[in-house]
């Protein structure tokens, strides 16, 4: 089982950029693709971002690509999302998660099975 802890979230205007990181304890987090999602008031949660054991392959949702990107650190056990060109619309609850897959990079809910408590994302306008 892998515990995870995310950090990095904040209040910052549009345009502007933070860096989430998401520490991971257990012996699977290097064989484990990763990802990040998130959840604003209201709706259900959506698929961020996500990647490979390796870090050799990733993938995006629409709504953040060309904005986001998504790394590993194995060695240290971490995930990180950066996000640059923030929008309003980006606000929400962002959560790290570990999948069941290591080489495959899947971005359904129920393709993960550890789950972080999640840092506040607000992107004021």
């Known amino acids: 089982q892998v515990q995870l802890v995310e950090s990095g979230g904040g209040l910052v205007q549009a345009g502007g950029s933070l860096r989430l990181s998401c520490a991971a304890s257990g012996r699977t987090f290097s064989t484990s693709a990763m990802g990040w999602f998130r959840q604003a008031p209201g709706k259900e949660r959506e698929f961020v971002a996500a990647?490979?054991?390796?870090?050799?392959?990733?993938r995006y949702a629409d709504s953040v690509k060309g904005r986001f990107t998504i790394s590993r650190d194995n060695a240290k056990n971490t995930v990180y999302l950066q996000m640059n060109s923030l929008k309003p619309e980006d606000t929400a609850l962002y959560y790290c998660?570990?999948?069941?897959?290591?080489?495959?990079?899947?971005?359904?809910?129920?393709?993960?099975?550890?789950w972080g408590q999640g840092t506040q994302v607000t992107v004021s306008s």
């Open positions: 998660a570990a999948s069941y897959y290591s080489n495959l990079v899947p971005v359904q809910v129920t393709d993960f099975r550890s």
């Open positions: 990647i490979s054991w390796s870090g050799g392959s990733t």
